[in-house]
């Protein structure tokens, strides 16, 4: 509590997800008398699901799916709100598809195949 009393804080963390984490952390952060709150985020916000492994939930779960960064600044109780930026991310390298909807191969519906 001392090391974060009255204290600017800046948490670093790979993403966002559903917020509810973030947001739990900065309610503790406030309770223990932080005066700022800065999040950063090491990834694009995750605004789509992933088809490809990652166990991410629907689009209405995802907090980046429909608001702004600011949207969710205000929502989680951050002061300010950075993520890593996609144009930092080699598209050739790197797939992107939760964070800009670009699958770059076509999704079927499994049913489709029964």
Known sequence: KDEINNNKIIVIDDSI???ITMKYIIILLKEYGAKEIHIRIASPPIKNQCYYGVDI????ELIAHDK???????????TTLKYLSIKSLNK?????ACFDGDYNTDLIDIEDLL
Not at 57 to 60: D, I, L, V, Y
Not at 68 to 78: C, L, R, V, Y
């Open 68 to 78: 702004s960064i600011e949207d969710i600044k205000d929502e989680i109780g951050a």
């Open 17 to 19: 997800v559903r917020g």
């Open 57 to 60: 939930p629907t689009q209405k």
């Open 92 to 96: 050739n390298e790197n797939c992107t």
